[in-house]
């Protein structure tokens, strides 16, 4: 049977994508480690698939989208803003969704390499911890464009928005609307949304003289959690007077909460949402919210990939393209003072 780079990966102790920069002699592999590549490679009669070479130097004009969730307004934006960049380049678009599940992700993954797509742009699931099945693509000279949730250990072009500043902006209008007990609804903390949306909250409670209580954060990014979670936690004393989600379901799973205890929003507690989706606009009071600007994010994950597909055979350093988020102000958040 023929030696594949995952079998030179696994005598040597290294990763797939390593052994594939290290036969392209790609500049951050160091020279001892091409040359052991290289030994074992020839000793192991190591010849490139063809298979692979195949889709690296022909076309299907399709790209492979793969995301966590069709519904949820944000990643419906993103592949707006990449159809409407593919569609002008002739490009058709395949999306798949994982909701949120490492193994149908996974299989997705597989089905795309499969039907030889020219990219890949990915949000990885939440259950999403090892990237074997990313790094297939790279391997298989595929390239690869990893939004909103970084993946520190893929060498890949990455597009994402600024989510400490975002939330930094959204936790310092809480505070200056008066608030002192503010409940951050979080993300899981392995995510990189939930990690940066944690320290931007951090960061404003700083700024502001006020120790952070990590009491005062629980996990929490659905609508059905958030209505559960609320109910229980505004029935103890003393009760929170802002909440700041992670993204806007969950606001909306808090404010419905709420509603049915009687409690007012804003006047009682405060509460600002992540994403500004329509439902933030549809909500009594309306919902204060954190724009991520899913569209242009979109829009520069296509152009990323773009860029990429046309120079295939250039080694381009991978790219972070950073968006700027902007806080929407709306009743949600507005005190009678």
């Not at 949306?197 to 990014?221: H, S, W």
């Not at 992670?246 to 049915?260: C, I, L, S, W």
């Not at 006047?267 to 329509?278: K, P, R, S």
């Not at 899913?294 to 990429?308: H, S, T």
């Amino acid at each position: 049977m023929q030696a594949t780079i995952k079998d030179i990966a696994r005598v040597l102790g290294i990763s797939p994508s390593t052994v594939s920069r290290a036969l392209k002699d790609h500049p951050d592999i160091s020279p001892k480690t091409k040359q052991k590549v290289k030994e074992l490679a020839q000793q192991m009669h190591y010849r490139p698939n063809a298979i692979a070479l195949s889709l690296k130097h022909s076309r299907s004009f399709t790209i492979g989208v793969l995301i966590p969730e069709l519904v949820h307004h944000f990643f419906s934006s993103v592949i707006s803003g990449i159809s409407d960049v593919a569609y002008a380049k002739g490009y058709r678009v395949i999306i798949t969704q994982s909701n949120e599940s490492y193994e149908r992700e996974k299989v997705n993954a597989e089905a795309l390499l499969s039907s030889m797509v020219d990219g890949l742009i990915v949000s990885v699931s939440k259950e999403t911890k090892t990237y074997t099945h990313i790094n297939d693509f790279i391997d298989n000279g595929v390239p690869v464009v990893i939004f909103d949730r970084n993946i520190d250990d893929i060498l890949a072009d990455k597009v994402m928005v600024d989510d400490v500043a975002g939330a930094r902006h959204a936790v310092e209008h809480m505070l200056e609307q008066g608030c002192r007990r503010i409940m951050h609804y979080a993300a899981p903390s392995h995510l990189s949304v939930g990690k940066n949306r944690l320290e931007g909250f951090k960061q404003a409670l700083q700024n502001f003289g006020i120790e952070y209580d990590p009491t005062m954060v629980v996990q929490c990014d659905t609508f059905e959690a958030a209505k559960q979670i609320t109910k229980s936690i505004f029935e103890q004393d003393p009760r929170p007077d802002g909440i700041f989600a992670v993204n806007d379901e969950t606001a909306v799973g808090a404010m419905t909460a709420m509603k049915h205890m009687g409690i007012q929003v804003p006047n009682d507690v405060t509460i600002v949402g992540f994403t500004n989706g329509l439902i933030a606009s549809m909500t009594d009071p309306q919902l204060t919210t954190v724009d991520q600007h899913g569209f242009k994010m979109g829009q520069q994950a296509a152009e990323m990939l773009f860029k990429r597909l046309a120079n295939r055979e250039e080694l381009i350093e991978p790219q972070t393209n950073v968006i700027e988020t902007k806080l929407i102000i709306r009743d949600s958040s507005i005190r009678n003072h």
